[in-house]
């Protein structure tokens, strides 16, 4: 079975459960194809919250669940518990001595991270060990068990209990602290159950608008002009198009008129004057030019003639013809 499979068995044995079917909530729960130590749990536990409690059936499946588990304390506690009921004290005096040994001296073990909504205390399992030991007639193990217990006791329910008894030693009156039945089944963590529903983000399409009243089409629009034929428009739309004489009497209007008369034109002797003028105030140091402000801009090109120097000569060179390569002496032999 896939995770979402499991999950959702889970999910149904545990309504099944919380609403009394316990019949039912069985048969889901052995639907479930290699099970968890868990789920193995929850069925013995649905057995025992039956109106005709089934003890055997019980035993049978708390063990399966030690198996899959050997570290499952409250398995070992609840196995003892039913064997404390069928009054077979000395397995309830193995399990409940397991159960100690895999708490690991700690006061207590919270499963409400796994899903169980109860806390198993260690003063809860010494007061059942002191009761097995009281039907043994080990006076002394029940002085210790008790002693032990009133000392780690953390629940306020037990307190009551465990002062009463230590109170009546060495012949307590004992009776045995059982955990909620009710309560007793893993269930499957609430973010995983929510993300098992689906969920629709898109919806359904829907036309929300249309050009025409008489638009009765449900789909796309492209995929209807793919398939409308042009030469038979829709009579119902007649009225939404423009004909070809209305489209040319509105760009007749919106065509800006001719001029009335030219642009003025300067003669070419203002520019030039113009220019001149620029240049004769603006020229500062090294050709540059200087605007109104005083700022210098780019340099004025010098001209193409060349420079004349003082003796009026000018700077380019003449050319030169090349010097003839010097004469060969032959040597006389």
């Known amino acids: 079975m896939s995770l979402k499979e499991i999950l959702t068995t889970w999910n149904e044995a545990i309504i099944y459960f919380e609403n009394g079917k316990f019949e039912e909530a069985i048969d889901t729960f052995r639907q479930i194809v290699d099970p968890s130590a868990k789920i193995l749990f929850n069925i013995g536990v649905t057995y025992l919250a039956a109106a005709k409690p089934h003890h055997d059936q019980a035993l049978k499946w708390f063990s399966d669940a030690i198996t899959k588990d050997p570290f499952l304390a ?7 518990c039913t064997y404390l009921k069928l009054q077979r004290y000395r397995e309830a005096g193995v399990d409940f001595q397991s159960t100690l040994e895999k708490m690991r001296g700690s006061s207590l073990i919270d499963y409400r991270q796994l899903g169980l909504p109860i806390r198993l205390y260690t003063s809860q399992v010494l007061m059942n060990l002191a009761l097995v030991l009281q039907n043994q007639s080990d006076t002394q193990g029940v002085c210790k068990c008790v002693n032990d217990a009133s ?12 002062v009463t008894a230590l109170s009546s030693l060495p012949t307590p009156c004992l009776s045995l602290l059982e955990l909620p039945i009710k309560e007793l089944v893993f269930r499957p963590a609430k973010s995983l159950v929510a ?3 689906k969920k629709d983000f898109l919806g359904q399409a829907m036309v929300v608008s249309s050009i025409s009243r008489h638009d009765k089409f449900v789909g796309f629009e492209g995929a209807r002009k793919c398939h409308s034929n042009p030469a038979s428009p829709n009579p119902s739309r007649k009225s939404d198009h423009l004909s070809v004489d209305n489209v040319k009497a509105m760009k007749g209007s919106l065509t800006p008129p001719p001029p009335t008369r030219p642009p003025p034109v300067l003669p070419p002797t203002a520019i030039r004057d113009f220019n001149n003028k620029f240049l004769q105030k603006g020229c500062g140091q090294n050709g540059h030019v200087r605007s109104s402000s005083g700022e210098r801009s780019r340099p004025i090109p010098p001209s193409r003639a060349p420079p004349v120097l003082k003796n009026g000569t000018s700077s380019v060179k003449k050319y030169k013809p090349p010097r003839p390569p010097p004469p060969v002496l032959k040597r006389k032999v």
């Open 74 to 80: 409250v398995a070992y506690f609840q196995r003892g």
């Open 151 to 162: 000392r780690l006791v953390k629940d306020p329910q037990h307190e009551p209990v465990v």
């Open 195 to 197: 993300n098992l529903q």
